[in-house]
């Protein structure tokens, strides 16, 4: 399964899962990373971490691990 982390600058994907549990998964869902959103990718930084979405109305950074758990389509 595709992950936020392989999304593409520009891409605007739709947020299948998050994998994880406890107070990882539950932070990433505090964010407001849900089954259901909508996230458009802004900026991915030179080396790849911290990715920069917009989701909600605001925008967020997020590290790669972070990223890595979330399942898009």
């Known amino acids: 399964m595709k992950t936020l982390r392989d999304a593409k600058v520009g891409e605007t ?4 899962r998050i994998n994880g549990s406890g107070a ?6 505090d964010m407001g990373i849900t089954k259901g959103v909508e996230i ?7 080396l790849g971490d911290p990715v920069e ?8 950074s997020l590290r790669k691990a972070d990223a890595e758990m979330v399942e898009i389509e």
């Open 24 to 29: 990882i998964k539950r932070r990433i869902m």
């Open 13 to 16: 994907v739709k947020v299948v």
């Open 40 to 46: 458009y990718v802004r900026k991915v930084a030179p």
């Open 53 to 60: 979405i917009n989701l909600r109305g605001y925008e967020l």
